[in-house]
């Protein structure tokens, strides 16, 4: 399986303002400084070697997430305004002219995972199908009043594709495409939110977004701990620092690095991805936090490997 990463910020896009990107192209030649850069070659190498938030940026987009699994049918989860690129990927691969199948798994409506979707071109294409699961009963009707008059000029009705809603159980293990399957579990969220533990070939991908966990509640016997048991990567909203998310921002409906440390930690999982980045960070202020976390988990079980990443649109990983 390949896990690819199309959003990833939270609760809104986020994108680079001039001053950033200006910023990035300053600190680029000040380290350039006193090197050889005659070649293209040495110019790559020199670009490889600057720090992420000098050569790139964690990026804007919100949530979507992509299972590449081998099949010919495409699995996603959440449609944020990420899945506008992957939509247009796929047609510049294979044209307009040749249908395709997409499941789609929805965490939950809110704006942020929905707001991709009017955007999403393969959508308007008669012959593709798109079937959308979730939960929560409102689906359809969320997906229709946010593409409806007076907020967008088509209306989700005229859609050319096939859209098929398919509700889910929690608890209940799918088979869905390609071999996987998928059991989904509620979440601590305004509204409720859906997690998915998601199995294929023995690998397990978990997608847990939009969640809180009170961090007091964390022991063994936590359901998370075995809905995320020795998963090969764990997808976990670190909105917040721990700090934020039991004062200020309690009862918002996010986690925070050092709770998907522990949890992680406690179920076992081997590579901790943390996601749904709060748009006021920039791009040093989540290497800072990404530097931090992997310190706090080698401190809070030096002898567990556990890999930690965080997400950035883009980013693809080998599962
Ligand atoms: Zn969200
Ligand atoms: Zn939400």
Redesign the pocket.
């Known amino acids: 399986m390949l896990v690819r990463f199309w959003g990833t910020r939270?609760?809104l896009p986020a994108s680079l303002n001039y001053r950033a990107v200006r910023a990035k192209i300053r600190d680029a030649l000040v380290a350039a400084r006193g090197e050889n850069l005659g070649s293209d070659q040495a110019i790559d190498g020199f670009i490889d070697r600057l720090p992420f938030p000098v050569r790139g940026t964690y990026g804007g987009n919100?949530?979507c997430v992509e299972l590449v699994t081998g099949s010919d049918e495409y699995l996603l989860c959440d449609l944020g305004s990420g899945v506008r690129e992957f939509g247009n990927g796929v047609l510049g691969k294979y044209g307009p002219g040749q249908p395709r199948r997409y499941h789609v798994f929805m965490s939950h409506l809110?704006w942020?995972?929905i707001m991709g979707f009017p955007f999403f071109t393969p959508a308007y294409i008669p012959g593709n199908v798109i079937r959308i699961y979730g939960s929560h009963k409102v689906m359809r009707e969320a997906l229709e009043r946010q593409q409806s008059n007076p907020t967008f000029p088509v209306d989700f009705k005229t859609l050319g594709a096939t859209i098929e809603f398919v509700e889910l159980e929690p608890g209940r293990t799918y088979d869905v495409v390609g071999g996987v399957s998928v059991r989904s579990f509620v979440q601590n969220h305004a509204g409720n939110s859906y997690g998915f533990r998601f199995s294929h070939q023995n690998k397990i991908v978990v997608y847990s977004?939009?969640s809180e966990h009170k961090y007091e509640t964390l022991d063994r016997t936590y359901p998370f701990v075995d809905h995320f048991r020795d998963a090969d990567l764990l997808i976990f909203d670190a909105m917040y620092s721990l700090a934020d998310q039991i004062s200020v921002k309690e009862d918002w409906g996010h986690s925070s690095n050092i709770v998907g440390v522990e949890l992680a930690q406690l179920a076992g999982a081997k590579h901790l991805v943390m996601f749904?980045h709060e748009p006021i960070h920039d791009d040093h202020m989540l290497e800072r936090i990404l530097a931090e976390t992997r310190r706090y988990a080698e401190i809070n079980d030096p002898e567990r490997k556990l890999t930690i990443t965080s997400a950035y649109d883009g980013l693809e990983i080998p599962v």
Request: aromatic share 0%; charged share 20%.
């Open positions: 939270g609760s919100s949530s809110h942020d995972h977004t939009d749904h």
